[in-house]
């Protein structure tokens, strides 16, 4: 797990540091799983590439689902590694 783990950070890092917080939250929906918000992102992400901007429902969408994916990752993930993915975004 521990380099499961270590990938999860770096590739969340990544994302981040280069604004893709939606690219982010993807990589943490793929390593809990959660294949309704996989998909839910992927829509964002695309809707975002075409129109080149995030709109305000679209964002808004986004950050529902990343507290749903919060909720549902502090549960699979261990306390002192899941504050760590947390404090990331």
Known sequence: MA???TNLVF???ECTDSND???ALLHLASAI???A???ALNVIDNEHERVGHL???MSDLRNTI???LFNNAESIIESDD???IKSMF
Do not use: A, C, P, Y
């Open 3 to 5: 380099s499961l783990l």
């Open 11 to 13: 590739d969340i890092s």
């Open 21 to 23: 917080h939606t690219g």
């Open 33 to 35: 799983k959660d294949v």
């Open 37 to 39: 918000s996989i998909d």
């Open 55 to 57: 709109s305000e429902i």
């Open 66 to 68: 990343k507290e749903r």
């Open 82 to 84: 899941f504050n760590l």
